[in-house]
Structures are given as structure tokens and as C-alpha cells.
């Protein structure tokens, strides 16, 4: 009896040693989430950001004039300063759009929309396009700047949160596997022009995209929802894809936890704000969509709309629901379906 408890004491002993000696040689296997990359979308940050892009230097950004290019050369800085390439290869980040392609009459100058991405790493010819438009309004006759803070400032800084974010993830070894595009457009305001030039001069074909997560405005609070400032009204996410849509209501609940409002998605719905920003000229060409939107307020479209109005934790927020659904959609096995072919 004594010769058998020795005996079984030995084997084990022996086999704790052979299982310390393993876990020190064998790698852990981490599962990364999205989750991880949530701290490199920061509020202080998009401030700081947003300050500058929305600033009087910048002339109220206004397509074809001054004001425009001084925001696509800072656009441009932040990619190259963050090593996030260009498709359009070396330090070249602008898709120009000629003068032509306005209005004939309209006076409007050559414009750029500006790009980056990160390749993805298992299937790169598949692609999410996250835009924004970078255009404002101008200046009036008086000089006075509409800074466009919110409109569409927001969505264009949330962006380079985003891809600060994916980045961060490609430098770890945790890249997504399909290609995510940044996109800033130009020329929304006078016409969505530049989504449209986009999308008749792809520079992914637009087969291989399989969705646009749109940003237009998500730094304020409709003064409907002051009591409830914890929301994004979401648009269009099922009118091409119930695939689209289920990821959008999984990523959101799973991570970030905003009410999801879908006030404006109603196709009877008289502000029409499905087919009022950048997203609808990639609908259009049966590509599924997300519109993000704040809603409108006091300041839209005015030049009280300034970077000290801007709400920078929600605005955060906002983007991060952005990203861990551009994450879901990048990283899952099957490539988001589209149920209706218009």
C-alpha cells in the first residue's frame, strides 16, 4: 500500500514539472477583440484635433478654395506622421477632382478627396470604405468663418481616431483581414460631389467593397435628446443588408452600448436624410451602408458652430461604435450579404 502511494506521488510530481516546463516554452494563445484597440480612440486627443481642423486658418474649408487644401495637407500630415499608407502609392494621399466635373457655371475649383488604408492581411481585395466629408461651407461676405465643427468636422476626426486605432492593432500583429479605407470626401455640401466622383473612379473596384460606414456630424446633441444624450440616430444600416444591420446591433451592444436610434430611417421620413450625405452615392451602387448622425441643431450650417460646442467624450464614443463594427465586418468569416439589388 505504502509502495503504490510513493509511486503515484512520483508520477505526479513528475508530471507538474513536465507541465511547468511546458508553459514556459509554449505560447499562450491570446484572443484579441476589438475591445483591446477601444483606449486609442480618446476624447483629449479628437479635441486637440478638432481645435486645429476647425479653426479660421482653415477658412471654413470650403471645396476648390484655400481653406480646403490647408485641411487635405493636414489630413495628409496625420497619415504619413502615423505611417498609414496611401493606395494611390508614395506620399500621394489625394484623388483630384477636376474642375470639370462641377457644375458647368459654378466656378467651383479642382478639389481632392483625401485617402489612406491598411492593407488587410487575409483578404485584401475586399474592402470597408469609412467616410467622411472634410468641406464646409466657407466664409461669408463679411469675412465671418463657419468653422463646421460638427458638420462634418466630427466625422472627419473621428475618422483619424479610427485609423489611429487599426493601426495600433497592424502594429501588434492583430491587422484586420480585410482592407479598411479611410476616406475623406470633398465637395458634400455642394452636391455630395465628391463621393460620387469616388464612386465613378473607384480606386477599389466597387464589387470588392463590401460596405461604407458614413460619418456625418457625431459631436453634438439634438436638442430632442438632452435628456438622453447616450444615442446615434443610425440610417440605412438595413435597407441593403439585415446582415449589415445585425452586426451594427451585436457590435453596439456587445462594446458600447448607445441607444440606437432609428428615427430618420424611415423611408417616409420628410427630412430624407438617406439621400442627404455621402454614403447614398455608394447605396446606390448596392454597396450596404451605416449613416451615423447626431442630428441637426442651433448651429447647423451657421458660424456659431465651433469647436467649443463640441461634445469630445460622445463624439469619442460614437467613432468607437464605429470601429469595433468596421473591426466585426473586417474580421469575420463571411463577407456581409446583400439581400436587395436595386
Known amino acids: 500500500m505504502n509502495k503504490l502511494f ?8 513528475l508530471s507538474c514539472k513536465t507541465t511547468s516546463q511546458n508553459s514556459d516554452t509554449t505560447p499562450t494563445t491570446i484572443q484579441v477583440s476589438a475591445a483591446d484597440y477601444l483606449k486609442y480612440i480618446q ?20 471645396t476648390g478654395e484655400q481653406g480646403q487644401k490647408k485641411a487635405a495637407a493636414f ?39 483625401v485617402i489612406a488604408y491598411i492593407k488587410g492581411s487575409e483578404k485584401p481585395e475586399e474592402v470597408i470604405i469609412i467616410s467622411a466629408h472634410y468641406d464646409h461651407v466657407g466664409m461669408d461676405k463679411k469675412g465671418n468663418v463657419f468653422n ?23 502594429e501588434e500583429g492583430n491587422g484586420p483581414k480585410r482592407t479598411i479605407v479611410f476616406l475623406h470626401v470633398t465637395g458634400e455640401e455642394i452636391g455630395l460631389y465628391g463621393s460620387k466622383y469616388y464612386t465613378d473612379n473607384p480606386i477599389f473596384p466597387l464589387a470588392n467593397t463590401v460596405a461604407n460606414l458614413n460619418i456625418d456630424m457625431i459631436g453634438r446633441i439634438d436638442p430632442n435628446k438632452m435628456e438622453n444624450p447616450n444615442y446615434i440616430y443610425l440610417i440605412g444600416s438595413d435597407k441593403l443588408s439585415q446582415d449589415l444591420h445585425q452586426v451594427s446591433e451585436d457590435m453596439n451592444a456587445a462594446y458600447i452600448r448607445l441607444d440606437l436610434d432609428y428615427k430618420f430611417n424611415d423611408d417616409k421620413d420628410p427630412n430624407r436624410f438617406y439621400y442627404r450625405s455621402d454614403h447614398y452615392n455608394f447605396a446606390k451602387n448596392n454597396i450596404p451602408v451605416i449613416f451615423y448622425f447626431n442630428g ?47
Open 6 to 13: 510513493f509511486f503515484a506521488i512520483l508520477l505526479l510530481t
Open 43 to 62: 476624447a483629449d486627443e479628437a479635441e486637440k484635433q478638432l481645435y486645429v481642423f476647425a479653426s479660421n486658418e482653415m477658412e471654413g474649408r470650403k
Open 75 to 113: 489630413l495628409k500630415d496625420f497619415y504619413i506622421k502615423n505611417n498609414i499608407a496611401s493606395p494611390l502609392g508614395d506620399s500621394n494621399y489625394f484623388q483630384t477632382i477636376p474642375e470639370s466635373f462641377f457644375r458647368t457655371g459654378s466656378g467651383i475649383k479642382a478639389s481632392e478627396n
Open 148 to 170: 463646421g465643427a460638427d458638420d462634418d468636422g466630427s466625422g472627419t476626426i473621428g475618422i483619424l481616431q479610427i485609423a489611429k486605432a487599426f493601426k495600433k492593432a497592424q
Open 296 to 342: 441637426v441643431h442651433e448651429d447647423y450650417h451657421k458660424i456659431t458652430d465651433t469647436p467649443d460646442k463640441i461634445e469630445y467624450d460622445l463624439l469619442a464614443k460614437r467613432a468607437k461604435l464605429v470601429f469595433v463594427t468596421a473591426w466585426e465586418i473586417a474580421n469575420r468569416k463571411d463577407r456581409i450579404a446583400l439581400d436587395i439589388v436595386k
